[in-house]
C-alpha cells in the first residue's frame, strides 16, 4: 500500500537507468574484489595456524567449526499443510512416530550404549580394593534407572507404531476407511521401526556380553542381603530397604536378565477395551510381511556389494521385524526364513556398536525355534563353518585389500583435489555438480566399505577367541589410517565441501520437483475423480511443497512418506521412479554428509582393540619410511573420548580418560619413543667412535632406517597436549649427554662431538651443556687421606723430583694424582690447624711401621743371612770394586722365598719392600704437608701491597686531575697514616706474617709503639684501602681483608664495611 501513495515525482527517470546499472557493477566489482582480498586474507592466517598446529585435526577442539547440517525451526504441522486434512493426519502422525524414533536412536547410542559398555573401564585389578565393585554399582544404578525409563518409552513407541499401522490396514470391510490403502506401502515406517528393534536388540547384546556388569550386580545384592541383616550399622531405614529391593528386582527382570528385546515383542499389541485388533487384522499382516520382503529385496541386492551403504543395519532390523511379525501374527514364510539365513553366507557377522558383533543365524534359531526345528541341521552347522572360512580367507586376503584401497582411496583423493580445485564454469555447472556429487558419495562408499572390513574382522577374531597374526594386525591398522584419511580429507577441504553441497543439495531437489511436477501434471491431466487419485495428488502437492526448502531431515522424511501415498495409481512410470528414488537417495547422503563421514570414520572401537597399538608402533618404527601416519592413528584412537564421557561407574569420567591416557602414553614411549632415543644414541656413539674397531655398519650388508623422518613430523595432538617427538629426543639427548659429561668430564669432548653430529645428521637443535673441560684441583681432602694413611700409602706410588702421588691402578679409564696444590687448597678450606694433626697422626702411623721394620731385620732367618752376606761382602768388596755381586743377590732371594711366600705368591722380601715404600710414602706425605702449607701461605698474602714501595696518592690525584677533596684525603693519608703502619708491620709480631719475617730488624717488638693491640693496625690498613678505591677506581682483591680478619678479630671492620665497595 506503501508504494502506491507515492507521488510520480519519485519515480527515476529513464534517462538514469543506464547510468545506474553501471554504477551498480561498479559497486559489484568492488565488493567482488573485496571478497577475494578478504578471503586469500583468511586463508593465509589459516595456512599460518596448520603450520604451528600441525596436521591433525580435533572436532571437539577446534576453535572453529562448520556445521552442514541442514536446520530449521518450523515444527511438522507447518510443513505438512495440504487442502486434504485426513492425509495431513496420517502424515503427520508417522512423520512424529518417526522422529521420535530417531532421537531414541540418537540417545541409546550416545548415552546408553556407552554408559553400559565402558563400565568397569579405568580400574585393573590391581588396583581395586574391596568394596570398590559395590561402590561402581552403587553409582550406576541411577543409570541403570534410567535405561529403563528408556527402555520403556521405546515399549510404548513401538506399541503406538503398530497400533497406528493396523489402524490404517483395517482387514474388516464394514469399518470405514481412513485412506485408501492400495497400492500404498509405508515402507518408511517399517524401516524406523526396524532401527527401535535393533536398539533394544544390540541393548541385549551389550549386557548379555559383559561379564563384569554381571559380576558386580551380584556383588551389590550380596551386600543389600548383608545390609538387610544390619540396617542400624550402615545408618539405613529398615522400612527403605524393601521398596529398593524391589526397584532392584524389577530392573534385574527388566534388564539384565537378557530380555529387553523379548519382552517388547510379547507386548500385548490387542486392545483390550475393543480398540484397535492387530493380531487378527489379515491385511495388516500382509502389508507387514510385503514391507518386510521389500526392504529385504533391497537390502539383498546391495549387501556385500560396493555400492553398499546401510544395508547391515536395516538388515539387522528385517530380522527384528521377522521376529516381532511372527510374535504378533504366529505365521511363518519358510521361504523367506530360508532367504534370511543365506544372507548369513554373504554377511557371517554384523557390527552392532564397539566391539558387539551379532550373529543373525544364533538370533532368529533363539527367537523362532519353531521355524529352525523344520531346518536339517548340515544347514546350520554350514553356516558356522563358512563363518570359520570366512576369517580364514579374510585373513589372507586382508593385504591384498589394503593394497587395493590404497590405490582407490589415492586416487579418489587426486580426483578430491582436482575437482574442488578448478573453478566452476557456468555453462557446465550442471555437469560439474553431479561430478563433486559422484566423488562426495564415493568417498563415503570407500569409508563405509574399509569401516565395515576393520570392525568385522576384529570383532570376529575377538569373538571367536581366536589369535590375530602380526601382518593381519599390520593390514588392519593400515585401513585405519585409510580411513581416517579419508575424513581428513573431507575436514581439510570442508570450506569447499560446504559450498558445494548446498548447490548439489538444490540440484537434487530440483532433479525431484522435475520427477513430481511431470507426474503431478499426469494425474491432474485425468478428469476421473476418485478419493484415491485426490490423494494421490494432496501427496504429490505435499512433497513438491517440502522440497521447496532447507534439505532437513524431517522434510526428507515427510517426502518420503508423501511419496509412498503419491507413487500408486502409477502415477511414475518405472524408468520415472527408479531415477527419482536414486535422487532421494542421493540427497539423504549429500545432506547428512558430514555426519555420515564422522559417522563411518569414528574408530571408538579401537579401545577394545588397544592391544594392536604396540604392534602397530613397532611397525611404524621398523618402517620410518611413513612415519606420517602417526597422525592418523592418534586421530583414531583420539575417538574414543566422546564415549567415554558418558561412564557413569566413576566419580568422574576424567579418571577413566586419565586411565586410557596415561596407558596410551606408556605404549608410545616404550614401543617408539625410546626405543627411537636409544637408536639415536647409539649411531651417534658409533659414529663418533668409528676409530674403533666395532661391528660391520655398512648399509648394503646390514640395512639403513632412516630415523630422521620422524624428527619431520609435526607435533601429534593426543588429549590436550602436543607429542613432539623432536623435542623429546633432543630432551633425551640433552640429558644423557650432560649426565655422563658431569660424570666423566674428561669425555667432554665426544659428547660435544656427539651434539654437533645430532645437528647435522637428525636436524635437532642440542643445548650446550655448558661445562668445564677440566676438574677444579681440590683432589683428595687431606683429612680424608689421613684417616685412612694405611690404605693410602699402599694405593699410591711417590715421585720425590715433582712431589706428587700417582695412583698405582684404577678400574677407571683415569688415575688419581695428589700434588702440592691439592694439599694448599685442603689446607685453605680445613685452616692451617690440619697441618700438626696430620703430622702427628702420620708419625703415629710410621711408629707402627717401623716397629714392623726392626721386627722384620732382627729376625733370626733374616739376621743371619744378612751378616752371612756381610762378611762375604767385606771379604771380596775390593775384588769386586766394591760392588755387591748380581749372583750372589739372586741366591739371597731364592733363600728368603725358601722361608715361605704368601698366597698371593710374594715373599718375605717383597713384603719388605712393600713396607719401606710405604715408609717412604708416609714421609713424602709429610713433606708434601710442608710444602702445601708454604704454597697456602704464599697465596694468602700475594695481594699484600709491598710496603718498601709505598705508592704517592697525592701525585697521581694530581696527575688524574681528580677534586679538590679526594687531593685534601691523598695528603692526609700520605702524611698521618701510612707511616705508622709501616712501623707497625715491621716491628710487631704480625709483621711475620706480612713480610715473612721471624723478628723485626731491630730485635725489640716493643720499639716502636703507635698503637696498642691488632685493632688499630687493622683500623689505619681498611682506611688506606678505602682511600685507593676511592682515589683510583682500582679493582683490589678482598683476599687481603679476608687474610687479615681470619687472624685478627676486631670491630673496625664493621665500621667500614659499609664503605668499600669494590
Not at 521401526?193 to 554381571?214: A, P, R, S
Not at 647435522?760 to 642440542?766: K, P
Request: hydrophobic content about 40%; proline content about 2%.
Amino acid at each position: 500500500m506503501a508504494v502506491e501513495t507515492l507521488s510520480p515525482d519519485w519515480e527515476f527517470d529513464r534517462v538514469d537507468d543506464g547510468s545506474q546499472k553501471i554504477h551498480a557493477e561498479v559497486q559489484l566489482k568492488n565488493y567482488g574484489k573485496f571478497l577475494e582480498e578478504y578471503t586469500s586474507q583468511l586463508r593465509r592466517i589459516e595456512d599460518a595456524l596448520d603450520d604451528s598446529i600441525g596436521d591433525v585435526w580435533d572436532f571437539n577442539l577446534d576453535p572453529i567449526a562448520l556445521k552442514l547440517l541442514p536446520y530449521e525451526q518450523s515444527s511438522l504441522l507447518e510443513l505438512i499443510k495440504t487442502e486434504n486434512k485426513v492425509l495431513n493426519k496420517v502424515i503427520t502422525v508417522y512423520a512424529a512416530l518417526c522422529c521420535e524414533i530417531k532421537k531414541l536412536k540418537y540417545e541409546a547410542e550416545t548415552k546408553f550404549y556407552n554408559g553400559l559398555l565402558f563400565y568397569g573401564e579405568g580400574a585393573t585389578d590391581s588396583s581395586m580394593v574391596e568394596g570398590d565393585c559395590q561402590i561402581q554399582m552403587g553409582r550406576f544404578i541411577s543409570f541403570l534407572q534410567e535405561l529403563s525409563c528408556f527402555v520403556t518409552r521405546c515399549y510404548e513407541v513401538v506399541m503406538n507404531i503398530v497400533h497406528q499401522l493396523a489402524a490404517l490396514y483395517i482387514s474388516n470391510k464394514i469399518a470405514p476407511k481412513i485412506i485408501e490403502t492400495t497400492g500404498v506401502h509405508f515402507q518408511t515406517m517399517y524401516e524406523h521401526l526396524g532401527e527401535l528393534l535393533t536398539v533394544l536388540l544390540t541393548l541385549d547384546e551389550i549386557i548379555d556380553n559383559h561379564v563384569t556388569l554381571k559380576e558386580h550386580w551380584t556383588m551389590y545384592k550380596r551386600l543389600l542381603k548383608s545390609v538387610h541383616h544390619n540396617p542400624s550399622k550402615f545408618g539405613i531405614q529398615e522400612e527403605k530397604l524393601k521398596p529398593f529391593e524391589k526397584f532392584l528386582l524389577k530392573l534385574e527382570g527388566q534388564l539384565l536378565d537378557g530380555m529387553i528385546f523379548q519382552a517388547c515383542i510379547e507386548q500385548q499389541f490387542d486392545s483390550l477395551n475393543g480398540g484397535v485388533s492387530v493380531s487378527k487384522n489379515s491385511t495388516f499382516a500382509e502389508e507387514f510381511a510385503h514391507s518386510i520382503r521389500s526392504i529385504f529385496a533391497n537390502v539383498e541386492a546391495k549387501l556385500g556389494e560396493p555400492s553398499e551403504i546401510d544395508q547391515r543395519d536395516k538388515y539387522v532390523g528385517i530380522c527384528g521385524l521377522f521376529v516381532l511379525h511372527f510374535q504378533i501374527f504366529r505365521t511363518i514364510d519358510k521361504k523367506f526364513y530360508k532367504s534370511l539365513l543365506d544372507i548369513c553366507k554373504k554377511v557371517p557377522a554384523i557390527t552392532l556398536t564397539a566391539n558387539i558383533i551379532w550373529f543373525p543365524d544364533n538370533f532368529l534359531i533363539q527367537k523362532i525355534p519353531a521355524a529352525a526345528k523344520l531346518l536339517d541341521r548340515k544347514s546350520l552347522q554350514a553356516i558356522k563353518i563358512h563363518r570359520d572360512t570366512f576369517l580364514q580367507q579374510k585373513a589372507q586376503s586382508l593385504t591384498k585389500d589394503v593394497q587395493s584401497y590404497y590405490v582407490f582411496v589415492s586416487s579418489w583423493m587426486m580426483k578430491m583435489e582436482s575437482i574442488l580445485s578448478k573453478e566452476q564454469r557456468m555453462d557446465k555447472f550442471a555437469e560439474d555438480l553431479t561430478s563433486r556429487c559422484n566423488v562426495f558419495i564415493q568417498g563415503f562408499l570407500y569409508a563405509y566399505s574399509i569401516s565395515t572390513i576393520i570392525k568385522t574382522t576384529m570383532n570376529l577374531y575377538m569373538s571367536m577367541q581366536k589369535p590375530m597374526t602380526k601382518t593381519s594386525v599390520k593390514a588392519l591398522c593400515r585401513l585405519v589410517e585409510l580411513l581416517k584419511a579419508i575424513e581428513h580429507m573431507f575436514y581439510r577441504r570442508s570450506m569447499v565441501v560446504a559450498d558445494s553441497v548446498s548447490h548439489i543439495t538444490q540440484h537434487l531437489q530440483h532433479q525431484a520437483l522435475n520427477s513430481i511436477s511431470v507426474a503431478k501434471k499426469r494425474v491432474i491431466s485425468d478428469k476421473k475423480y476418485s478419493e484415491q487419485r485426490l490423494d494421490v495428488l494432496s501427496a504429490l502437492v505435499l512433497a513438491e511443497n517440502t522440497l521447496n526448502g532447507p534439505s532437513t531431515r524431517q522434510r526428507r522424511l515427510i517426502v518420503s512418506l508423501a511419496l509412498s501415498v503419491g507413487t500408486q495409481m502409477k502415477t511414475f512410470k518405472d524408468e520415472e521412479l527408479f531415477p527419482l528414488q536414486v535422487v532421494m537417495k542421493k540427497l539423504d547422503l549429500i545432506s547428512e554428509l558430514r555426519e555420515r563421514v564422522q559417522t563411518q570414520c569414528d574408530c571408538c572401537f579401537l579401545y577394545w582393540h588397544r592391544a594392536v597399538f604396540p604392534i602397530y608402533l613397532d611397525d611404524v618404527y621398523e618402517n620410518a619410511v611413513d612415519a606420517a601416519r602417526l597422525h592418523y592413528m592418534f586421530s583414531a584412537l583420539r575417538d574414543c573420548v566422546p564415549a567415554m564421557m558418558h561412564a557413569r561407574h566413576l566419580e568422574s569420567y576424567e579418571i577413566l580418560l586419565d586411565c586410557y591416557d596415561k596407558e596410551i602414553m606408556e605404549i608410545l614411549n616404550e614401543h617408539l619413543l625410546d626405543k627411537l632415543c636409544k637408536e639415536i644414541e647409539k649411531d651417534l656413539r658409533l659414529s663418533v667412535h668409528t676409530h674403533l674397531k666395532l661391528d660391520d655398519r655398512n648399509p648394503f650388508k646390514v640395512g639403513m632406517k632412516d630415523l630422521a623422518l620422524f624428527f619431520s613430523l609435526n607435533p601429534i595432538r593426543f588429549f590436550n597436549r602436543f607429542i613432539d617427538i623432536r623435542a623429546y629426543v633432543t630432551h633425551y639427548l640433552d640429558k644423557t649427554f650432560y649426565n655422563l659429561t658431569t660424570v666423566a668430564l674428561h669425555d667432554w669432548a665426544t659428547y660435544s662431538e656427539m651434539r654437533n653430529l645430532a645437528t647435522q645428521r637428525y636436524g635437532l637443535i642440542m643445548t650446550e651443556a655448558h661445562l668445564p673441560s677440566q676438574t677444579l684441583e681440590q683432589g683428595l681432602d687431606v683429612l680424608e687421606i689421613m684417616r685412612n694413611i694405611h690404605i693410602f700409602v699402599s694405593r699410591y706410588l711417590y715421585n720425590l723430583n715433582n712431589q706428587i702421588f700417582i695412583e698405582r691402578t684404577s678400574n677407571n679409564k683415569h688415575l688419581n694424582t695428589i700434588n702440592i696444590r691439592h694439599i694448599a687448597n685442603s689446607i685453605r678450606t680445613h685452616g692451617t690447624g690440619i697441618m700438626n694433626t696430620t703430622v702427628n697422626f702420620t708419625y703415629q702411623f710410621l711408629k707402627k711401621k717401623f716397629y714392623i721394620f726392626s721386627q722384620f731385620m732382627y729376625d733370626e732367618h733374616i739376621k743371619s743371612r744378612l751378616i752371612k752376606d756381610i762378611r762375604f761382602f767385606r771379604e771380596v768388596k775390593d775384588q769386586n770394586d766394591h760392588k755387591y755381586p748380581f749372583e750372589r743377590a739372586e741366591k739371597f732371594n731364592r733363600g728368603i722365598r725358601k722361608l715361605g711366600i704368601t698366597p698371593e705368591g710374594q715373599s718375605y722380601l717383597d713384603q719388605f719392600r712393600q713396607l719401606i715404600s710405604q715408609i717412604g710414602n708416609a714421609m713424602g706425605y709429610i713433606r708434601m704437608i710442608r710444602s702445601g702449607g708454604l704454597h697456602c701461605s704464599s697465596n694468602a698474602i700475594r695481594f699484600v701491597p709491598d710496603l718498601e714501595d709505598i705508592v704517592n696518592f697525592e701525585e697521581l690525584v694530581k696527575e688524574e686531575g681528580l677534586a679538590e677533596e679526594t687531593l685534601k684525603a691523598a695528603r692526609r693519608d700520605k702524611n698521618k697514616q701510612w707511616r705508622p703502619v709501616r712501623q707497625h708491620c715491621v716491628c710487631r709480631s704480625c709483621g711475620q706474617m706480612i713480610l715473612m719475617a721471624s723478628r723485626c730488624a731491630c730485635g725489640e717488638s716493643c720499639e716502636v709503639k703507635p698503637w696498642k693491640g691488632h685493632s688499630g693496625f687493622l683500623n689505619c690498613c681498611l682506611r688506606a684501602l678505602v682511600t685507593c678505591v676511592r682515589v683510583f677506581h682500582l679493582y683490589l682483591h678482598r683476599s687481603w681483608i679476608h687474610f687479615c680478619l681470619s687472624h685478627w678479630k676486631f670491630s673496625a671492620y664493621a665500621m667500614y664495611s659499609q664503605q668499600i665497595h669494590v
